[in-house]
Nanobody, 126 residues
């Protein structure tokens, strides 16, 4: 089992940047693929980005490709989501998740993730 705690959310301006962090505790984070998802009011939780256990492969939603970068530091038990060129439509609660499946590819389905953080609010003003 792993516990996840996100931080780094807040208020950003359109065109600006924010960096989210996800600190894991419990079982070593290198055993899990990691993903970021977001949920805006009245909408379903959607995939943002994911990364394999060793960081070799990443995957992005089309809406954030070229603007967001997912990374991880297993030695620090921490995952990151660097968000650049923010847009008002990026406003949402962002969730970090851990996937216990033994996959060589980064998973995009939220139903395949086993553990979730509590979320951190990101608000982008125009």
């Amino acid at each position: 089992q792993v516990q996840l705690v996100e931080s780094g959310g807040g208020l950003g301006q359109a065109g600006g940047s924010l960096r989210l962090s996800c600190v894991a505790s419990g079982r070593t984070i290198s055993s899990y693929g990691m993903g970021w998802f977001r949920q805006a009011p009245g909408k379903e939780r959607e995939f943002v980005a994911s990364i394999t256990r060793n960081g070799d492969y990443t995957r992005y939603a089309d809406s954030v490709k070229g603007r967001f970068t997912i990374s991880r530091d297993n030695a620090k038990s921490t995952g990151y989501l660097q968000m650049n060129d923010l847009k008002p439509e990026d406003t949402a609660v962002y969730y970090c998740a851990a996937d216990a499946g033994s996959r060589w590819y980064p998973e995009s389905s939220r139903y395949e993730y086993d553990f979730w953080g509590q979320g951190t609010q990101v608000t982008v003003s125009s």
